[in-house]
Structure formats: C-alpha cells, structure tokens
C-alpha cells in the first residue's frame, strides 16, 4: 500500500539559515513525488515534483528537493530560510501506471515550518 | 489562466442538514478530485472525476457523493451531515495523462463547519 511519512511534526529555523523537510515514502514500483505547502486558511499550493531523472529537483520560491530511491525519501530543502516560508508544508505520493487510483495522491501528515526573524 | 475556484468558501450547517460544494476547474483540466482536511485525519481522499465518470473513489460512507458537468465543472454533495463533517473541503483540477504524472493544482477550499 501506498504511505507518506513526514516524521516532524514542526521544524523551526532561524531566518537565514538552510531548513530541510523530511518526507518517506512508501509505493511499489517508481513513486511520483510531490511537495505542497498551505499558507493559513489557503487550499495547497504546487512547489515542484519529481517524475524520473536528476534526483535534485528544482521548484518555486527557491525551494528543491533530493530524491533519494535507496532511502525512499523526498526531502525538502531551502539554503536561506525566510520568514515568509512560514507555512504547512505537504509531501505526497502517487504510484505510475496505476489505472485503479490513477489520480489519487497519497498525503502526509505535514511539517509545520516556521522560520523565526 | 484562473486558478480552481470553489464555492462557498464558508458555510455553517447543522447536523442531519445536507450540503453541496461546487469546483470549477483550471480552463481545460479535464479531471478533479476532491479532498478533505482535517486537523485529525490530515488530507483524505474523497473521489476524482474525469470525463463525467467517478474513476476513483476514498473511503468514505456513502452520504458523501458527487458529480461532474459536461464543462468539468464539479459538485459534491454531503447528505445527513454529521459534527465530524466539520472540515475544509479541498478541490483539485489537473489535465491527465495515463501514466499519472501531471500535477494536481488545488483551490482555496470550503470550510465547513457543521454545529
């Protein structure tokens, strides 16, 4: 069965410095990852995905994320934080040439990031 | 192009009442799926529709349905509304292809709260 875990609920870091958001997962066969985040009372917002490729992935507002097959991870990674990344952050799952759940995405938890000035 | 929107963004029921939601897709996504969060359960699958078909479907009770136009505009529907409905009801459009990479892009969400 098909699971995302991010295993922090918060992570805080100061302005300036570089954050990370961890995200396993858990899928037969080449996962597509995804990375979302939601800003307070907002629907989720795409920051980028990884389909197949370079394991570094480059999304918007400066973020990326490495994808890492041998530890079924997705991690998302900033190298300077800002106060205005302060958000909930989302990593999610969806299995290929699955015709039965083609669309669904499978969620995590979410990291709650906040970035202190 | 304009984004998902949905309607209402809020909305107040009280239990045993029924509730209908509407999505209007990203101009020609042709699939939308719906989702709800709650601070508890976190963001749960409801269903997707693409083509006017339910090709896909979440575990939820059967009060929980919906349905999709010819213009792949969306509407959900929650009969006999219960306390733990209380939630933000997320839509998402995306133009499918079959292998299932394309990108789900959501709308700002319903929230609602049943008393």
């Known amino acids: 069965a098909q699971s995302v875990a991010q295993p922090e609920d918060q992570v805080n870091v100061a302005e300036g410095n570089p954050l990370t958001v961890k995200c396993t997962y858990s899928?037969?066969?080449?996962?597509?990852l995804f990375w979302y985040v939601q800003y307070p009372n907002r629907g989720l917002q795409f920051l980028l995905k990884?389909?197949?490729?370079?394991?570094l992935v480059k999304g918007s507002y400066g973020f990326e994320a490495e994808f890492n097959k041998s530890q079924t991870s997705f991690h998302l990674k900033k190298p300077s934080a800002l106060v205005s990344d302060s958000a909930l952050y989302f990593c999610?799952?969806?299995?290929?040439?699955?015709?039965?759940?083609?669309?669904?995405?499978?969620f995590g938890r979410g990291t709650q990031l906040t970035v202190w000035p | 192009k304009a984004g998902v929107t949905q309607t209402p963004r809020y909305l107040i029921k009280t239990r045993g009442q029924q509730v209908t939601l509407s999505c209007s897709p990203i101009s020609g996504h042709r699939s939308v799926s719906w989702y709800q969060q709650t601070p508890g359960q976190g963001l749960q699958f409801l269903f997707e529709y693409f083509s006017e078909t339910q090709r896909n479907k979440g575990n939820f009770p059967g009060r929980f349905s919906g349905r999709q136009f010819s213009n792949s505009r969306s509407e959900m529907n929650v009969s006999t509304l219960e306390l733990g409905d209380s939630a933000l009801y997320l839509c998402?459009?995306?133009?499918?292809?079959?292998?299932?990479?394309?990108?789900?892009?959501f709308g700002p969400g319903t929230r609602l709260l049943v008393l």
């Open positions: 999610a799952v969806r299995e290929p040439d699955r015709g039965s759940t083609l669309g669904r995405l499978y």
């Open positions: 899928v037969s066969g080449n996962p597509y």
């Open positions: 998402a459009s995306s133009h499918p292809r079959t292998s299932g990479e394309e990108t789900q892009y």
């Open positions: 990884y389909i197949t490729g370079d394991n």
